[in-house]
């Protein structure tokens, strides 16, 4: 306690509790802040109180009531006036932030309750010996802090020494030292337990980015898992007047009209009810299996300009078709990228990247829209594959057109039990086969959504037994096969009625345009047409 205290009666009420101004002059109270100290909240047991801060504020000299009172305080103490005292910046207690030199009005808090309670405990106690120590009790109710008991008594700071000259020189040197570059660190690797250390936040981060799923929409299959279709932008949809501005126009022309009608939909193309099925298929997929990722996953494949793509997904969203990836490469080739997506088979309007799809190892066909629409199912997919150079290898065209159709026969005889290599189409029967099963093992093999047929122009008697035996070597199988020993294919699509028929004779697949199918042409083996040394000017809409 400092000497000149005007409260020597005083003693610490506790550390970091506030008391009003306006409690001072509330009946019965007992505490006072004393202005001149810093942080200290001091207890005035005094009753005085309210004739002090009034003296104080008037600048008069304090004069006290009682000779009671004078025996303890010193007679013709002046305190400083109000306007010299030095307002420091707030001290924040608890929930306010209170200046030194103005204080506020706390609110009733806690803090207030306790302070009340410590002012009533206060008055209870022994009186304060004439010594001016405190009593026992109240210094272990209200220690002062560790700072206050240890420290002097509150003097002047002396001003530092001064430094010798070495030491000048040394601090000279130390902080020219600091302003210099640092030479670069040694770059260390990262030791084993760093490694081991940042496995689990990285698979942590990868769990939640796989769970991470919209409510309305259904999670899309990651593609190592799902069978995959890549569909052109002319596949999908029908682009003949973009194509034809293209053609006339040029390419800056081209872009300029998709971005004027960038708000109107495309009209369906060829492959629009193959994607349909496809996603009907996949809705009973995932009611008999919802946390499998055995399904379709279309991917719309194109070489149109990134600003271009806003039309295909406005008319995307226009059809509310689930194709959430999308591949546009500028007018470069998107060949390159199928592999990448794990594509399973890839539908375009331009037989060139089709045909560089077939020389990659990729299932392809080039997609023709049918001379009349035909009413297709809404709920059940519908493929129809043609057996040679399709599903199955040329081996057996080869035979025909060096040796004739009898020399094919006998050797179809002869080799009735020997498999035949696979065709470009193969892997995406299996694909649909393996999703067939799925539907089995529920039971439903005569309800199921998928149904495959072979439509060959072999005949049943002296060909037909090696193309059987063949899809059984492999495991596959068909639900109908239709041996049409070199009648026209047309008219049976037309009762079949497929989403989509693979062919590899040109005739074939004009036969099923003209009765309303939708027919795709498989550029491989022998009987394809010498390939094109000029290529025909495409437009970039065309993958």
């Keep these: 306690m400092r000497k000149d205290s005007p ?89 306010e932030a209170v200046s030194t030199g103005e204080l506020s009005r706390p609110s009733h808090s806690s803090n207030t309750r306790a302070i009340n309670r410590e002012v009533e405990l206060n008055t209870q106690r022994p009186p304060i010996p004439a010594s001016g120590r405190p009593a026992r009790a109240l210094s272990r109710r209200c220690p002062p802090p560790s700072h206050a008991r240890d420290a002097p008594p509150s003097r002047s700071p002396a001003p530092p020494a001064p430094l010798s000259a070495a030491a000048t020189r040394s601090a000279r040197a130390g902080s020219s030292r600091s302003m210099e570059p640092e030479e670069p660190r040694e770059l260390r690797e990262p030791g084993p337990g760093a490694e081991t250390a940042a496995a689990p936040r990285w698979e942590e981060a990868k769990t939640f980015y796989d769970n991470l799923t919209s409510k309305k929409k259904p999670k899309s299959p990651k593609p190592q898992n799902a069978v995959t279709i890549a569909v052109s932008s002319r596949a999908l949809f029908r682009m003949d007047e973009e194509q034809r501005i293209y053609m006339e126009q040029g390419v800056e022309e081209y872009v300029r009209y998709q971005l004027e009608h960038e708000n109107e939909p495309f009209s369906p193309g060829p492959a629009f009810p193959f994607v349909k099925a496809l996603e009907a298929v996949n809705k009973r997929l995932r009611e008999l299996y919802p946390e499998s990722e055995d399904l379709f996953d279309i991917v719309l494949v194109t070489n149109n300009h990134a600003q271009v793509g806003v039309r295909l997904i406005n008319s995307i969203n226009h059809y509310d078709l689930f194709i959430e990836r999308f591949c546009m490469t500028g007018g470069n080739s998107p060949i390159c990228y199928l592999k990448a997506y794990h594509t399973n088979l890839y539908l375009s309007a331009d037989a060139e990247k089709v045909q560089e799809a077939i020389d990659e190892g990729i299932a392809a066909a080039t997609i023709f829209s049918p001379s009349r629409d035909v009413a297709v199912s809404q ?139 939708v027919a795709a042409h498989v550029p491989y083996g022998v009987a394809q047409t010498p390939r094109r040394t000029t290529p025909t000017k495409q437009a970039p809409s065309a993958q």
């Design 7 to 95: 409260f020597p009666n005083s003693k610490f009420l506790r550390k970091k509790k506030l008391i009003g101004l306006d409690h001072l002059f509330k009946p019965g109270c007992k505490g006072q802040r004393s202005l001149d100290s810093m942080r200290m909240v001091h207890l005035c047991v005094s009753c005085q109180t309210s004739d002090l801060l009034a003296s104080w504020s008037a600048g008069e000299e304090y004069e006290p009531r009682n000779a009671e009172s004078a025996a303890v305080r010193r007679p013709g103490f002046r305190p400083p006036p109000l306007a010299s005292l030095k307002v420091l910046p707030p001290v924040h207690f608890g929930r």
């Design 379 to 517: 709920s059940q997919l519908r493929v129809a594959f043609d057996g040679d150079a399709v599903l199955f290898s040329d081996e057996s065209e080869r035979i025909v057109k060096a040796h004739g159709l009898d020399s094919f026969f006998e050797h179809e005889k002869a080799h009735e039990n020997k498999p035949l290599a696979q065709g470009p189409l193969k892997g995406f029967l299996e694909a649909l086969g393996r999703l067939q099963k799925k539907f089995y093992s529920k039971g439903l093999r005569l309800e199921c959504p998928i149904r495959t047929y072979l439509v060959t122009a072999r005949s049943a008697a002296s060909s037909g037994a090696r193309a059987l035996k063949t899809l059984r070597s492999w495991g596959l199988e068909t639900d109908e096969a239709l041996f049409l020993a070199g009648a026209p294919k047309g008219p049976l699509l037309e009762k079949i009625r497929p989403h989509i028929f693979f062919d590899d004779q040109m005739f074939h697949v004009a036969g099923a345009q003209e009765m309303g199918t």
